[in-house]
Nanobody
Framework: QVQLVESGGGLVQAGEFLVLSCAAS????????MAWYRQAPEKQRELVAA???????SYLDSVKGRFAISRDNAKNMVYLHMSSLKPEDTAVYYC???????WGQGTQVTVSS
């Protein structure tokens, strides 16, 4: 059974650091193109970061230099390291497997000013 479970969200102050984790089961992240999306209230869901099966990563312009996506193949996990957080980063963050359109339930990140 395919499952993605995000964790690590919370309430932080602007400028702080947070790491989101995504535990995958039912498939191998090492063979997959994985991504983190986010959706803020009354806004469209947007792609924040992605990492393909070769390890190449890409980022939303507004998070470049602050966020980093990584993958631990042995643990079958994907991470999103978020630094220098801003209030505009506040959103529900979702882990996704791109090719098969698998999604987690999301984790809330709130950044206070």
């Amino acid at each position: 059974q395919v499952q993605l479970v995000e964790s690590g969200g919370g309430l932080v102050q602007a400028g702080e650091f947070l790491v989101l984790s995504c535990a995958a089961s039912g498939f191998s992240v090492s063979l997959s193109d994985m991504a983190w999306y986010r959706q803020a209230p009354e806004k469209q869901r947007e792609l924040v970061a992605a990492i393909d099966s070769t390890g190449r990563s890409s980022y939303l312009d507004s998070v470049k230099g602050r966020f980093a996506i990584s993958r631990d193949n042995a643990k079958n996990m994907v991470y999103l390291h978020m630094s220098s957080l801003k209030p505009e980063d506040t959103a529900v963050y979702y882990c996704s497997e791109i090719r098969n359109d698998y999604w987690g339930q999301g984790t809330q990140v709130t950044v206070s000013s």
